[in-house]
């Protein structure tokens, strides 16, 4: 997926050199001269010395987590912060093994795996003690570094490849839009992006994870079924961990064992969300909110989207706010919630924008502070955010956290041609997110702790479950095909680790042709609601006039019903809320999460469980009533609607 520069120089990990006749037969493995692999045991695990050119070791974390770092010998004293991870005693804390060595391969045993370096090839396999394998490095030439400038810093494009089993399915990554469920046979590219949220945990139907341990933009490549690769753009060295269950509730509980776990968010965050894009005055949220209460229909959180502003910013609200205090003080005796949404990215217009490239607070020339920068995030919370939060809103949006530069947007990864605080923005570039979204939650926990955090944000990425956030999937738009294709999104993001997630229910770009009061508009946001009822966050957004219950007058008695149906299961949700946070469950479960060993689940990504008691199938097609629902293996199965 990347060019390589004229002057790129390839390091191998399985050769030293490649012959003329091997690369023009085509018998390039059969050429290869072996590599002379010399393994010793360590307090931890084992490190290897491959043909003088690589230098490999294995750390057992516990006995079920092998963490695999290899980089050119010639790399020496190389570390780069991994905040995405825990303190090293929590996220790699060890655990008791034995070494052993054939003339073939050096071996570590585990009370629950067996991982082998091969002393011919110098590739890793990892199985279970009963040789079930489960991850393999292919045999030849497994790993490679091509030697590259990037941003002034001399660095490599890696990758590393893998011998799949052939009916082996793959999931997690993150969130993204193809509609895939099952991996297998595509290609994913790993990199921030408006609806396409990068998360390099990657899972596997055969009961293991590996967690690909970079920020750099990175690729899963599985075109061809007998290799998957994965590679990013930059780094010193190849960094994954292994994470064996078998079950994936196991893989997940062990993820957040080494990112951080799920706190809990307020009651009222998992009941309904008004919300449009977007109301322009403090008098039209007022005036929606008490209409909801009139009406008797129930809502728990009405939003403030962007453009409260004078400018971006700056926390100045523009003449169409009068008293914000005092419009919270009103919602808040209708027993509503307020959100409000606030940027990273500063228009230049805006007297904290000055401040902050006077203080080079910024990332330049995107117009976002810098949340590596420890004192740009003081800035970001005591000049804006802070001073918005103390008027008394209860939980912050924060949009474009990719994060988005300046318009027009080109729709890529941003941060890879800049430079961070942190680092080189080739090796950070997906680390965004987290770092945001995380110095908001610290700095709101170190303001009060009688509010508990919820935020909303469109970007994620490796340990940002353990901060309080939501992500949605994005600026979608408004069709049956976008509908179909969040479903799958949703589930991947789920076993990527987060357990929280939403959509903008109806899309956010409505066609041109289809006002909210289209009769085929409306059956598209009744079917979108529906589903919405059954994610672990429920809200509507949108970008249209209006975009309230009562907007969609031939469905009205569907959505409420599905609203007054979110409510009557408030204490189940709620009690799921709480085993995500005690015990690290998921909400929203694809059927492989329960039902692994059934290959029937392993491509079923339009149906799920939303917790162990409900499985929950969309009708995601216009002008249908009626779908076929696979029920797996259980003593009993209950029709939700009728009993039977």
């Given amino acids: 997926m990347f060019a390589e520069s004229s002057t790129t120089s390839r390091l191998r990990a399985a050769a030293i050199c490649v012959t003329a006749f091997a690369v023009a037969s085509g018998s390039r493995a059969q050429n290869l001269p072996a590599p002379i692999v010399q393994a010793t045991s360590t307090v931890d695990g084992l490190t290897a010395n491959i043909s003088n050119n690589e230098r490999l070791s294995i750390t057992i974390c516990s006995p079920t987590i092998i963490h695999v770092v290899a980089h050119p010998s010639s790399i020496t004293g190389a570390t780069h912060p991994q905040p995405w991870l825990l303190d090293h005693s929590q996220s790699c804390p060890g655990a008791a093994f034995q070494f052993a060595q054939t003339a073939t391969a050096a071996t570590l045993t585990t009370t629950a795996l067996k991982v082998s370096v091969n002393l011919r090839h110098g590739n890793v396999a990892i199985a279970t003690l009963d040789n079930h394998s489960l991850l393999r490095e292919t045999s030849n030439e497994p790993r490679t570094y091509d030697s590259v400038n990037l941003n002034g810093d001399h660095?490599?494009?890696?990758?590393?490849?893998?011998?799949?089993?052939?009916?082996?399915?793959?999931?997690?990554?993150?969130?993204?839009?193809?509609?895939?469920?099952?991996?297998?046979?595509?290609?994913?590219?790993?990199?921030?992006?408006?609806?396409?949220?990068?998360?390099?945990?990657?899972?596997?139907?055969?009961?293991?994870?590996?967690?690909?341990?970079?920020?750099s933009i990175s690729s899963f490549d599985n075109r061809f079924p007998r290799e998957f690769k994965l590679s990013a753009l930059a780094g010193d060295s190849i960094?994954?961990?292994?994470?064996?269950?078998?079950?994936?509730?196991?893989?997940?509980?062990?993820?957040?064992?080494?990112?951080?776990?799920?706190?809990?968010?307020?009651?009222?965050?998992?009941?309904?969300?008004?919300?449009?894009?977007?109301?322009s005055s403090q008098q039209q949220i007022l005036d929606i909110a008490a209409q909801y209460r009139k009406l008797h229909i129930p809502m728990d959180a009405i939003v403030q989207d962007w453009f409260w502003w004078q400018h971006q910013g700056d926390p100045v609200f523009n003449k169409q706010y009068t008293d914000v205090p005092a419009e919270l003080a009103q919602l808040h005796s209708e027993h509503v919630h307020a959100m409000i949404s606030v940027w990273a990215k500063f228009d230049t217009s805006a007297a904290n924008y000055a401040t902050?490239?006077?203080?080079?607070?910024?990332?330049?020339?995107?117009?976002?502070?810098?949340?590596?920068?420890?004192?740009?995030?003081?800035?970001?919370?005591?000049?804006?955010?802070?001073?918005?939060?103390?008027?008394?809103?209860?939980?912050?949006?924060?949009?474009?956290?990719?994060?988005?530069?300046?318009?027009?947007?080109?729709?890529?990864?941003?941060?890879?041609?800049?430079?961070?605080?942190?680092?080189?923005?080739?090796?950070?570039?997906?680390?965004?997110?987290?770092?945001?979204?995380?110095?908001?939650?610290?700095?709101?926990?170190?303001?009060?702790?009688?509010?508990?955090?919820?935020?909303?944000?469109?970007?994620?990425?490796?340990?940002?479950?353990?901060?309080?956030?939501t992500t949605w999937s994005g600026d979608i738009v408004s069709t049956f095909w976008s509908l179909q294709h969040q479903i799958p999104a949703g589930l991947n993001f789920a076993l990527s680790g987060n357990p929280y997630w939403t959509t903008d229910t109806g899309g956010y770009y409505q066609p041109f042709d289809r006002p909210p009061t289209d009769p085929d508009f409306q059956q598209l946001y009744a079917r979108w609601f529906e589903f919405s009822a059954f994610c672990p966050i429920f809200r509507t957004h949108g970008h249209r006039d209006n975009n309230e219950i009562w907007t969609y007058d031939k469905v009205e008695p569907i959505l409420l019903n599905f609203d007054k149906l979110r409510y009557r299961m408030m204490p189940y949700i709620y009690s799921l809320a709480w085993r995500v946070t005690s015990a690290d469950d998921t909400?929203?479960?694809?059927?492989?999460?329960?039902?692994?060993?059934?290959?029937?689940?392993?491509?079923?990504?339009?149906?799920?469980?939303?917790?162990?008691?409900?499985?929950?199938?969309?009708?995601?097609?216009?002008?249908?009533s009626h779908r076929s629902v696979y029920l797996p293996a259980s003593p009993r199965w209950y029709d939700f609607w009728t009993g039977r």
């Fill in 587 to 624: 909400i929203q479960r694809p059927l492989i999460m329960d039902w692994r060993t059934d290959p029937r689940t392993w491509n079923l990504g339009d149906e799920y469980m939303f917790g162990p008691a409900i499985l929950v199938a969309p009708i995601t097609q216009a002008d249908v």
């Fill in 239 to 279: 960094d994954y961990f292994l994470v064996y269950g078998p079950e994936f509730d196991s893989i997940v509980h062990q993820y957040r064992t080494m990112t951080g776990h799920v706190p809990l968010f307020p009651k009222w965050a998992y009941g309904f969300f008004q919300s449009k894009d977007r109301y």
């Fill in 356 to 469: 902050m490239v006077a203080q080079h607070f910024d990332i330049s020339p995107a117009q976002v502070y810098d949340p590596t920068n420890p004192a740009a995030r003081d800035f970001f919370w005591n000049a804006l955010a802070g001073k918005v939060f103390a008027q008394g809103w209860d939980a912050f949006w924060l949009d474009s956290s990719e994060p988005e530069e300046a318009y027009p947007h080109s729709g890529d990864a941003i941060l890879a041609n800049k430079q961070l605080t942190i680092g080189n923005g080739a090796l950070y570039t997906n680390v965004y997110p987290l770092e945001h979204t995380e110095n908001v939650s610290n700095q709101w926990q170190h303001t009060t702790d009688q509010k508990r955090v919820f935020l909303l944000t469109r970007s994620a990425f490796l340990g940002q479950q353990r901060v309080g956030a």
């Fill in 155 to 215: 660095t490599f494009h890696l990758a590393d490849r893998f011998s799949p089993d052939n009916e082996e399915g793959f999931y997690g990554l993150g969130q993204h839009q193809s509609g895939l469920f099952n991996y297998r046979g595509s290609t994913v590219e790993l990199a921030q992006n408006n609806t396409d949220v990068a998360i390099p945990l990657l899972l596997s139907s055969r009961g293991y994870a590996v967690l690909w341990n970079t920020a």
